[in-house]
């Protein structure tokens, strides 16, 4: 089993900056893939970023990619998402996720899932 802890969302303006954390404890780590999705209201769950396992291989939705980087600590328990000039079509629940193996943008893919952070993004 694996347990997954998201941090660091918040209000912010549009333009501003939030660096999402998410840890993971329960198996190692390191033979996860991990990813970021959100939910908007109203909207289904959307694939932001992932992070490949055991190397540093990433990948990013149309809509964030250049303003997002996703990241993982040397020890492999933690991955971040910064997030930069954040626009208000970025409000939304963001979700850390985790599987065995390879990365996918699948949301279907991954077992495990951590409670939620909301980002709102204000003008």
């Known amino acids: 089993q694996v347990q997954l802890v998201e941090s660091g969302g918040g209000l912010v303006q549009v333009g501003g900056s939030l660096r999402l954390s998410c840890v993971a404890s329960?198996?190692?780590?390191?033979?996860?893939?991990m990813a970021w999705f959100r939910q908007a209201p109203g909207k289904e769950r959307e694939f932001v970023s992932s992070?490949?396992?055991?190397?540093?291989?990433?990948d990013y939705a149309d809509s964030v990619k250049g303003r997002y980087t996703m990241s993982r600590d040397s020890a492999g328990n933690t991955v971040f998402l910064e997030m930069n000039s954040l626009k208000s079509e970025d409000t939304a629940i963001y979700y850390c996720?985790?599987?065995?193996?390879?990365?996918?943008?699948?949301?279907?893919?991954?077992?495990?899932w951590g409670q939620g952070t909301q980002v709102t993004v204000s003008s």
């Open positions: 996720a985790a599987k065995v193996d390879g990365m996918t943008r699948a949301s279907s893919d991954y077992r495990y």
């Open positions: 329960g198996r190692p780590v390191v033979s996860l893939s």
């Open positions: 992070v490949n396992w055991g190397t540093p291989t990433t």
